[in-house]
């Protein structure tokens, strides 16, 4: 009995850079797969990955926004939301 699961092929267009620099790629295959899942696991919650707040999310971000801040982390250089109301030491 096979503990494989089953694989399902998926195509994707690519321009003729992308095609190019992908041929350099030793597997493709797991690069694209890799690069995806990083993409998947680590896209913004708010958009869920598209970029784009729909004019329902722009209303509830204003109103988050308006408690809230963006900053640079002094010791890491990362930006993230800071609470006015009770702001986090670094997680470092």
Sequence with gaps: ???HKKQ???TF?????LAEA???????SEFIRSAILTALENGCPLCQ???ILTPEQQK??????????????TECQAVH???EAAPEPHGH
Excluded: Y
């Design 1 to 3: 009995m096979s503990t």
């Design 8 to 10: 399902t092929i998926i």
């Design 13 to 17: 267009k690519a321009d003729a850079a």
């Design 22 to 28: 992908l041929q350099t790629v030793p597997n493709r």
């Design 49 to 51: 990955g598209t970029g």
């Design 60 to 73: 509830h971000w204003a109103r988050f926004i308006a408690s809230h801040s963006l900053e640079k982390c």
């Design 81 to 83: 939301l800071v609470c």
